[in-house]
């Protein structure tokens, strides 16, 4: 055992002297400070993206092709008190909209960056929540969408921005029943609105596949998914089902549903905590106590598919690598060496599941996460209230894979990765990184990097910084 920690963190040591030698995808003669935010849009279907470079006195648009060289730019200066918080973007043919909250009110500019005419023009709108409170932002097939709920209510608003404007969409689930933390039925404001360290109020966290998402973001026990035409909610704060909304956005209808959560025991209320990750069209379920662990893979109608169980002192048999513990960062790590500690540790912690389809295998993580070792965890909910306050990380769909990159830090971190076939049968290989997971190593050496981002393109991930030694915008490319 001892061989094989050793040859564990040699690894580890190996994969960070490495990283130095990340291949360079592109060089762009860009100028940045601690104090630049990066974003971007990615068109794969065009082969190009777009990165904007916003410090406080002016934006910068690059258009890139798929080898991320300039194809072309606009340069526009900006006026932060009107220009203060960005909210999210959508776009149209060759037209790109970012939208902005000013500094004193909640006014709305739009700013529009035309590349074909070579123009950007600024338009004002205002939009005035009346007695709702803002939960989640974020862009869908290229569409903006704010989400609002309604005081004392089981009501939803749906602001779609479209033609310079917003169309407020009504969805009433009045006649529908949520279950809260305390596994009683109240209202759905009441829910969203409780406040919890790894929960901030009015919150859902964001999962998307442009990079495995990470434990911490997969332990919040209130989630939102884009998938196809839907925006789907999930709500795992009662531990006796997995709470599901799907909203359609082309009719603007929406389905509820409860799926029961794995019982350990065989009572009216079951022991120990758990959690769930939706895949596709299928959910996944876990639920841990001190001395046993259970995985349940359902269909998106809560019929079982497969199912695993845990118990201490027994081997792993689904696992495909050591239990790791990482303390802060992805370079301080712990090699355990028994089932009961990885059980033992999530029941201690937040559980959580987080996975990913590459091809035809499924990577599953399975861990425990901690509450931030600092007070900084309403980063990751940044746009708790109106829109004053936002950050981009949170407020961005495009910055999605920053927050995912950062969440590790200043938590213990323990878990264990899983490859699985698509009918979730478990799959005896050894686990091989991800390009995440080398970006993740990289990443921890280039804290020098300002203006850092992340996207995957052509299903090659990206990780953009600014060199001071090169003076230039470097990005590097990371494969599977």
């Excluded at 130095?20 to 940045?32: D, T, V």
């Excluded at 442009?210 to 209130?222: A, F, G, I, M, N």
Aim: charged share 25%; hydrophobic share 35%.
């Amino acid at each position: 055992m001892f061989m094989k920690r050793l040859l564990f963190l040699l690894l580890f040591a190996i994969q960070s002297l490495t990283s130095f030698s990340q291949e360079i995808a592109s060089e762009l003669p860009i100028n940045c400070d601690k104090k630049t935010d990066v974003f971007q849009i990615v068109e794969d279907k065009k082969q190009q993206a777009l990165i904007f470079y916003t410090d406080k006195k002016k934006i910068t648009a690059l258009r890139l092709n798929s080898a991320l060289n300039i194809m072309d730019s606009i340069k526009v200066s900006r006026n932060s008190e009107e220009l203060n918080d960005l909210l999210g973007y959508s776009m149209t043919e060759n037209t790109y909209n970012l939208l902005w909250a000013g500094s004193k009110s909640k006014n709305i500019t739009i700013q529009s960056f035309d590349f074909e005419k070579k123009e950007t023009l600024a338009k004002h709108t205002t939009l005035n929540f009346e007695n709702e409170k803002l939960f989640q932002k974020l862009t869908v097939n290229g569409v903006f969408y704010m989400l609002t709920i309604v005081k004392a209510s089981n009501i939803i608003n749906l602001y779609k921005f479209e033609n310079d404007s917003f169309t407020k969409k009504t969805i009433d689930l009045s006649s529908k029943r949520f279950l809260s933390s305390e596994n009683k039925f109240n209202l759905l404001y009441t829910i969203i609105s409780e406040n919890r360290l790894s929960d901030p109020a009015f919150s859902f966290e964001l999962i998307s596949n442009e990079t495995p998402p990470s434990l911490v973001l997969s332990s919040r026990k209130r989630k939102v998914y884009s998938q196809g035409n839907q925006i789907v909610l999930t709500l795992d704060v009662c531990k006796l089902y997995s709470q599901i909304i799907r909203i359609n956005l082309n009719d603007f209808s929406a389905q509820c549903q409860f799926i029961a959560q794995p019982k350990i025991e065989e009572a009216n209320y079951p022991s120990g905590d758990s959690n769930s990750f939706l895949l596709n069209d299928k959910i996944i379920q876990l639920r841990s106590k001190s001395d046993i662990l259970l995985l349940k893979f359902k269909n998106q109608d809560g019929e079982e598919l497969k199912s695993y169980e845990l118990k201490a002192n027994e081997e792993i048999p689904f696992k495909n690598s050591d239990i790791i513990q990482e303390n802060g960062n992805v370079n301080n790590v712990r090699i355990l060496d028994k089932s009961n500690q990885l059980i033992r540790k999530i029941d201690n912690l937040n559980p959580s599941i987080s996975s990913y389809l590459l091809g035809d295998k499924i990577y599953l993580t399975i861990g425990g996460v901690s509450s931030p070792q600092n007070n900084n965890a309403v980063m990751y909910g940044g746009m708790i209230g109106g829109f004053t306050g936002a950050i981009i990380a949170a407020a961005l769909t495009s910055n999605y894979s920053i927050n995912n990159l950062n969440s590790y830090n200043n938590r213990k971190v323990v878990y264990i990765h899983c490859i699985f076939d698509t009918n979730f049968n478990h799959i005896d290989t050894e686990a091989q990184k991800l390009a995440f997971d080398k970006l993740r190593f990289f990443a921890e050496e280039k804290e020098s990097h300002f203006g850092q981002t992340i996207f995957k393109m052509n299903n090659t991930l990206y990780y953009g910084g600014y060199s001071t030694a090169k003076k230039k915008y470097l990005f590097y490319r990371f494969n599977d």
